[in-house]
């Protein structure tokens, strides 16, 4: 070995001596000594910040309303703080239509803003909070404490907080729970930012996937573009007259020293990337806290990286014998690599993804369905396709024009007795609309009124009633929403109203539930299972027929961690985003266990069968695991498409439909997992070319430009990614990661281009 | 008898060139000869003669198309017999980073040799080769000569039994041969084989116990140096020059025997005569007859055939036939 280590050590010595090493090791230092000073500070959350206010056309109502009032209350104390220019502009303030020019609306947000930022002034002042008005008012702990304390006991910084915790609980449906700390970021001890709304551990959460997405997309690529130029010689080289000959008649192996020659060019990336690495993981640690040491895992990352390129740099220097074809090649296989990715990636995503089948219930003679993009679909047998259903006029213009997604239904339910579908959609306005659609109407969307805010899901009651559940409570749908709305006339101006109120609050003093949330329904008994920040409540209809707490516990868990909730007949889970599921007898609300099914990656659905006994979660990566309460345990059903798995349904007790391979459905029996029915639509040409040419060539063509998905894998240990900016809402389409494919195919790539250099260099004759 | 250093039996090699590579050129055509264990080899041709390709498939740099190469007693290529070869090509590049103890340090460990190995030695051949001040400036403040002794200390680094030497001398003042030369007496009394491949004939002259002559792949000649001369003209390897007086037929008659390359009549029964002579019993043969027929010698020079000029009379030969 001593002849090969020798030239590995040549290599490093060769690139200490390399003037271009230094000149980068100086511009990696000057980085490294620019971002040293950034620091940071907690603070408590105070104030107002844009986006606090949820609903501000509601908001401004309530306070306009209280300006008539003569009891004290939050609203009216508010309004009398503010100042008679902004009251008068309140007072005059409509909400623009739709048809609207952009100056008035223009106009409308700048008003809002304006109270926003007086409101922000107001909550620094002693006198915001005023005992008397918020009289009444359920506070949380944290506000308590500080509401009951002397004003001249606290700081200005307390103040602040308990201002803005007193709005909070004085308007808990339109003003944003905040963090109790909020990060403020220094540069040379000067602030640079604006207290951001998340302590230091979420600031180190958030801020860490930006850092590694700068690593990968930005230092990585321009890192290893520079290596390979600099290196690009060091093959070449070797070939010069006098040089070559002396190093063959040396008693060393051909192939041997082809592959010293190719690690030692390695070498170069080796001493830059651990100074640029180690000194990021050093500022990160030392300056903000973030002591995540597998972020030198970066080091080998990018030494392999390094070597994808590298090996076609090394290949072509030997066979052409210079520099500049060595660096065109390179950069051509890397247009290549990039080339094949980005077509796999764009089939995949703009034509697969969105037809990939995230919610089903199978209906009384069919089967409905939502895809990614949330269109609506039933099965027709006939035809053997998915067809579109249940779009407005305006969805279907949209959708004809733009491939884009359409608003996402934050609640849904199907009710059997009556084959009809109801929907809770965000409309493209920032609203929300209840639509219906009957299976005998053929899915024609009707309905359309306003729909609660916050909302947390639309169930089905045994009794066949249909409540939803939200922030505040639990509201029964009691009109018929798909009644025709009537013409009314209001302030000279013809309005279409509902004929009755649609909505009644059945929550039996429900406490308002804060973010994260979710909740479900055990189809059986009809209780609720609702949580909320580290707190379990059990539902349950009372002899007033309105939903009170049966049951409550607190789960042993950080409270910003969102989850998901299932109850089955005996047992309650609560999947939360790291991959824990709690599992809880559904009578006490002990934990019994804190199972861990997927361990990197976050849950995305959570179904019950109708009796209660099997309790299904879909993961994002693709995993279906199931609960049987009568057995006690979990299992993975060896299925066909485990792994891309995406939506579950329950038709009845003993059946289960999944979703596949994005838009096949399959019908199951449950227990034996006998195949009863498929829906599978025929391929079309576009997927064709897409499953027998494009990613068969993907699948063997070396993967450099998505290493950045094992990096982020091993780093942050997430199988999954989230593609939109919520990534707290565990429904939200995760991209797969599939962290080790870019390995694989790359280190095969690498083998292989050494051992056939290796062939031409023992055959080849000087 | 020893097993010779290098056999070489009916050794060919064919190149083959073009873009189809179908058109074939003969680089050796069937070259045989052998070196002797500590005997200083010399190998000579015009350019193109095939001495680099021959180098080559000696180390191992380039396959032989046929015939044999023993090394050592391996194949030619081997391993094995490589390491204990000491080489130092024509036209040397050290890598610009090199000093001449890295440089030492790099080359020896190639050799097999340890750390220890390399620096025992490695001072004490720096010291051979006159390079032991400059040990630690880099190669690239080197001259030509200098970077020419810091390869002969490289391939004698890692004590080869046989050295093979491609222009040794090339670059190198009169002072650097001359301690050139001396290293490879003294390497030749030490008992190693030196296989030299020089265009400077007179350092082969010198140096040189058996020279192998190569022209266009075909070997011309192989044998001691000395005899380089009458295996070109047949026999004579003495020019001889005389300036006689007397009767010019009588002259002519007592130098009959004798190859007589010129004959120019310098006056009144005055001649220059321009002989060619195989060795010194014949001059003297001459001389005797010359002074039997009553010719005076007026002058006599003699001076050997250079190789040189033997090889360049051997060349002229070989393109007139």
Redesign the interface.
């Known amino acids: 070995m001593r002849p090969y280590l020798a030239i590995v050590k040549d290599s490093f010595r060769e690139a200490l001596a390399s003037r271009t090493l230094w000149i980068l090791m100086v511009l990696i230092t000057l980085t490294l000594l620019a971002l040293a000073p950034f620091s940071y500070y907690e603070v408590l959350t105070a104030g107002l910040h844009r986006g606090d206010i949820t609903d501000a056309d509601d908001f401004i109502q309530q306070l306009r309303s209280s300006a008539q009032e003569t009891s004290a209350s939050p609203a009216r104390h508010i309004w009398s703080l503010l100042d008679e220019k902004t009251q008068e502009k309140l007072q005059k303030l409509e909400r623009p239509r739709r048809d609207a020019e952009p100056p008035e609306r223009f106009a409308y947000q700048q008003t809002i803003r304006e109270l926003q930022d007086q409101l922000d002034s107001l909550m620094r002042r002693e006198d915001f909070f005023h005992a008397e008005s918020w009289q009444g008012v359920n506070f949380r702990a944290e506000a308590r404490r500080l509401t009951t304390t002397e004003p001249s006991k606290l700081s200005r910084e307390e103040i602040g907080r308990r201002n803005r915790l007193a709005l909070e609980a004085a308007f808990p449906e339109l003003i944003r729970i905040s963090r109790p700390k909020s990060t403020q970021f220094t540069y040379l001890g000067w602030n640079v930012s604006w207290p951001l709304p998340f302590g230091a551990t979420q600031m180190q959460e958030q801020l860490f996937p930006w850092i590694l997405f700068v690593l990968d997309w930005v230092v990585g690529p321009v890192g290893i573009f520079v290596a390979v130029l600099v290196t690009a010689s060091m093959i070449p080289q070797m070939f010069d007259a006098g040089s070559l000959s002396l190093m063959l008649s040396k008693p060393i192996s051909r192939s041997l020293l082809y592959i010293s020659k190719f690690l030692g060019g390695c070498a170069f990336i080796v001493i830059a990337a651990t100074v640029l690495f180690g000194g990021l993981w050093l500022i990160l640690g030392v300056r903000l806290g973030i002591w995540n040491h597998k972020m030198l895992l970066y080091i080998p990352i990018y030494l392999f990286l390094f070597s994808i390129y590298y090996v076609v740099s090394a290949f072509s220097g030997l066979v052409w014998r210079s520099t500049v074809i060595a660096v065109a090649v390179s950069i051509a296989f890397w247009a290549a690599c990039y080339g094949v990715g980005s077509a796999e990636w764009a089939m995949r995503s703009f034509l697969l993804e969105p037809q990939r089948i995230t919610y089903l219930v199978a209906t009384n003679d069919s089967i409905l369905t939502l895809d990614e993009f949330r269109v609506p679909h039933v099965w027709d047998q006939e035809s053997r396709t998915w067809q579109e259903v249940f779009l407005t006029e305006q969805q279907q213009r949209i959708r004809n024009q733009f491939p884009v997604p359409l608003p996402e239904f934050v609640g849904k339910a199907y009710d059997s007795s009556q084959d009809r579908f109801l929907g809770i959609q965000r409309d493209f306005g920032g609203g929300r609309k209840l639509w219906v659609g009957q299976g005998s109407d053929g899915w024609r969307r009707l309905g359309g009124v306003d729909a609660p805010s916050d909302v947390m899901g639309v169930f089905q009651e045994p009794s066949g009633g249909t409540v939803i559940v939200n922030q505040s409570g639990v509201q029964r749908v009691v009109g018929d929403p798909a009644a025709p709305k009537k013409p009314a006339r209001l302030f000279g101006l013809e309005k279409l109203l509902p004929q009755t109120q649609l909505f009644e609050d059945v929550s039996d003093n429900l406490p308002s539930f804060a973010e994260p949330r979710a909740a479900s329904i055990d189809a059986r008994s009809g209780l609720l299972a609702v949580y909320s920040r580290g707190e379990v409540y059990m539902l349950a209809l009372n002899e007033n027929d309105r939903y009170g707490i049966q049951r409550q516990t607190r789960l042993q868990k950080d409270e910003d961690e969102p989850a998901l909730v299932a109850v089955g007949a005996n047992d309650l889970f609560v999947a939360f985003k790291n991959g824990d599921v709690f599992e809880m007898d559904v009578d006490t609300l002990k934990v019994r266990r804190v199972n861990r099914l997927e361990q990197s990656s976050p849950p995305r659905f959570a179904h019950a069968s109708p009796n209660g006994r099997f309790v299904a979660f879909v993961f994002h990566n693709g995993a279906l695991w199931l609960w049987d309460g009568d057995l006690n345990k979990f299992t993975k059903p060896r299925i066909a498409g485990q792994g891309s798995i995406s939506a579950i349904s329950f038709p009845s007790d003993d059946e289960v439909l999944v979703a596949d391979r994005g838009t096949r459905v399959r019908r199951y029996q449950l227990g034996s997992w006998d195949l009863q029915q498929q829906y599978a639509p025929e391929m079309e040409l576009l997927e064709m070319v897409y499953r027998y040419a494009v990613l068969p060539l993907y699948t063997v063509f070396p993967k450099p430009s998505e290493l950045y998905r094992t990096s982020q894998f091993l780093i942050t240990g997430k199988e999954t990614q989230p593609l939109e900016n919520d990534e707290d809402d565990l429904s939200q389409p995760q991209a797969k990661l599939y962290p080790w494919r870019p390995v694989w195919s790359s280190a095969v790539f690498v083998l292989l281009m050494l051992v056939v250099g290796c062939i031409y260099f023992e055959r080849q004759e000087f | 008898m020893a097993a010779p250093t290098i056999e070489v039996d009916s050794l060919t090699k064919q190149y083959r060139e073009g873009w189809l590579r179908k058109r074939g050129v003969d680089a050796l055509r069937g070259i045989s000869f052998t070196v002797a264990p500590g005997e200083i080899f010399g190998l000579l041709g015009p350019n193109g003669a095939g001495k680099t390709t021959f180098i080559?498939i000696l180390?191992?740099?380039?396959?032989k198309t046929s015939g044999q190469v023993q090394l050592l007693g391996r194949p030619a290529g081997d391993?094995?017999g490589?390491?204990l070869?000491g080489?130092l090509?024509?036209?040397?590049?050290?890598?610009s980073?090199?000093n001449a103890l890295?440089a030492l340090?790099?080359?020896g460990?190639?050799?097999?040799l340890?750390g220890h190995e390399i620096r025992h030695r490695g001072g004490r051949l720096l010291e051979l080769v006159g390079l032991a001040s400059r040990a630690k400036d880099g190669v690239r403040k080197y001259s030509k000569g200098m970077l020419q002794r810091l390869?002969l200390a490289?391939a004698l680094l890692h004590d080869p039994q046989l050295l093979?030497l491609d222009e040794p001398t090339d670059g190198l003042d009169p002072v650097g041969r001359s301690q050139v030369r001396a290293i490879l007496k003294q390497l030749k009394d030490e008992g190693r084989t030196i296989f030299l491949n020089s265009h400077l004939l007179l350092e082969v002259e010198m140096i040189c116990d058996r020279v192998a002559i190569l022209n266009r792949g075909q070997l011309k000649y192989v044998g001691p140096v000395h005899t380089v001369a009458s295996r070109t003209n047949g026999v004579a390897d003495l020019e001889v020059h005389l300036e006689v007086y007397g009767n010019e037929p009588r002259a002519r008659e007592a130098l009959n025997a004798v190859l007589i390359e010129a004959w120019e009549p310098l006056g009144e029964e005055r001649f220059q005569a321009h002989l060619r002579l195989p060795d010194q019993t014949a001059v003297d043969a001459c001389i005797d007859r010359l002074r039997a027929n009553n010719i005076s010698i007026l002058s006599i020079s003699r001076r050997r055939v250079s190789l040189e000029d033997a090889f360049l009379q051997m060349l002229e030969q070989e393109d007139e036939a």
């Not at chain 2, 180390?59 to 396959?63: D, E, F, S």
Request: net charge positive.
């Open positions: 080559k180390l191992g740099i380039a396959r391993r094995r490589r390491r070869v080489y090509p024509e036209h040397l590049r050290i890598p980073h090199h890295t340090e790099y080359y460990k190639l050799s097999g340890s390869g490289q093979v």
